[in-house]
């Protein structure tokens, strides 16, 4: 069994930035992938970035494209998601995710077998 425990969160201005951290422990070794989603209230849990553990492929949502930056330090099993120029449309709950990559179609999907507890990230204008 995977845990994942996010830390990070919190509420800055826009145009502001914070860092979110994902601590895996566990049973990792059936997973090929990490990334992060948010989910706005009322609406379904959205990817925002997602990458091989151990590194190799990237991929973002076009929203967060050039703003966000998702990153890992293997040796503490933790991945980052370095967030800059926070918009109010940002604020959402944050979760981190571990699972396996499954083609769908264009592009590699990161499907999660995993989750963390979400840590709410609020943006004010």
């Known amino acids: 069994q995977v845990q994942l425990v996010e830390s990070g969160g919190g509420s800055v201005q826009a145009g502001g930035s914070l860092r979110l951290s994902c601590a895996a422990s566990g049973y990792t070794n059936r997973m090929n992938c990490m990334g992060w989603f948010r989910q706005f209230p009322g609406k379904e849990r959205e990817g925002v970035a997602r990458t091989s ?3 190799g492929r990237t991929y973002y949502a076009d929203s967060v494209k ?3 930056t998702i990153s890992q330090d293997n040796a503490k099993n933790t991945v980052y998601l370095q967030m800059n120029s ?3 449309e940002d604020t959402a709950m944050y ?3 571990a699972g396996v990559w499954v083609w769908a179609g264009t592009q590699s999907q990161c499907v999660p077998n995993a ?3 979400g840590t709410q990230v609020t943006v004010s204008a």
Do not use: E, M, N, S
Request: aromatic fraction near 20%; charge should be positive; proline fraction near 7%.
């Open 115 to 117: 989750w963390g507890q």
């Open 86 to 88: 926070l918009k109010p």
């Open 53 to 55: 553990i151990g590194g």
């Open 66 to 68: 050039g703003r966000f």
């Open 95 to 97: 979760y981190c995710a």
